[in-house]
C-alpha cells in the first residue's frame, strides 16, 4: 500500500470547518482513500473512503485532487467531541495478495478549541 | 457497521503469563486483523486471522508469541505468550466490512508488572 503523509497536529476552532490534508503522491490506480479516527483510548472509527471523486457522509466531505495525490479531508462544523487522531490511509480494494489489510501511519492530531 | 465485542477490556498481568483476549462479531465477516497499539504510538498490524487457515503474521511478529485462532466466521482470538514489561500496549481487532471499511473493537489494555 502506498504512504501517506499528514501534518502531525492542528488545531481548530468549535464551529469552524476543520480541513485535514493529506499527501499520497505514490497512490496506485486501485487505491482507495480511507479516513478513520480515533478518540481518546477508543478502537479506530471509519469516517469516509473515495477513489477519485469527491464523497461526503454525515460525518464528513472527502475531497481528492484530479491528480490523485493528495486529498483533504473536511468537518464541516468541528465540535469537542470531533478531538481525535485523523488517519489518513491509501488501500487496495479487491486484491488478495495484498491481503485488504489497513496500515496506520502517524495521522493528525486534531484538538477542537472553544 | 458491524459491532464488535472485545474482552477482557483491561488486565493486569504477571511477566512469564499469558493473556487470550476475544474477539466477537455480530455478522459473519471474511477477514479479521488483529493490531497493537503501543503507548503514544500508531496502530501496528500484528495479523491476519484467517477462517479455516493459519494467519498470516507482518514482519516482527511471530506464531509462537501471538498465537491466533479463528474457529469460524464471527470469532477470533489472541493469545500474548510468555508476556514481558513491553508487552503493554493496547490490543485491538478488527474486522472487514469489504467497502464500508473496518470495524474496530475498542481494544484490550494490557499492563505487564
Known amino acids: 500500500d502506498a504512504k501517506t503523509t499528514q501534518p502531525p497536529s492542528m488545531d481548530c476552532a468549535e464551529g469552524r470547518a476543520a480541513n485535514l490534508p493529506c499527501n499520497h503522491s505514490?497512490?496506485?490506480?486501485?487505491?482507495?482513500v480511507y479516513w478513520y479516527r480515533q478518540i481518546h483510548s477508543q478502537g479506530p472509527q471509519y469516517i469516509i473512503h473515495g477513489l477519485k471523486n469527491n464523497e461526503t457522509n454525515e460525518m464528513a466531505s472527502l475531497i481528492i485532487t484530479e491528480d490523485r495525490k493528495s486529498s483533504t479531508l473536511i468537518l464541516p462544523h468541528a465540535t469537542l467531541r470531533d478531538t481525535a487522531v485523523y488517519y489518513c490511509i491509501v488501500r487496495a480494494v479487491g486484491i488478495k495478495a495484498a491481503g485488504n489489510k489497513l496500515t496506520f501511519g502517524g495521522g493528525t492530531r486534531v484538538l477542537v478549541k472553544p | 457497521s458491524a459491532v464488535i465485542s472485545q474482552k477482557p477490556s483491561r488486565d493486569i498481568c504477571q511477566r512469564g503469563t499469558s493473556l487470550t483476549i476475544q474477539c466477537q462479531v455480530d455478522s459473519q465477516v471474511t477477514m479479521m486483523f488483529w493490531y497493537r497499539q503501543q503507548p503514544g504510538q500508531s496502530l501496528t498490524l500484528i495479523a491476519t486471522?484467517?477462517?479455516?487457515?493459519?494467519?498470516?503474521?507482518e514482519s516482527g511478529f511471530v506464531i509462537d508469541k501471538f498465537p491466533i485462532s479463528r474457529p469460524n466466521l464471527t470469532f477470533s482470538t489472541l493469545t500474548v505468550s510468555n508476556m514481558s514489561p513491553e508487552d503493554s500496549s493496547i490490543y485491538l481487532c478488527s474486522a472487514d466490512r469489504s467497502n464500508y471499511g473496518y470495524t474496530f473493537g475498542s481494544g484490550t489494555r494490557l499492563t505487564v508488572v
Open positions: 486471522a484467517n477462517q479455516g487457515s493459519e494467519a498470516t503474521y
Open positions: 505514490t497512490i496506485s490506480g486501485n487505491e482507495y
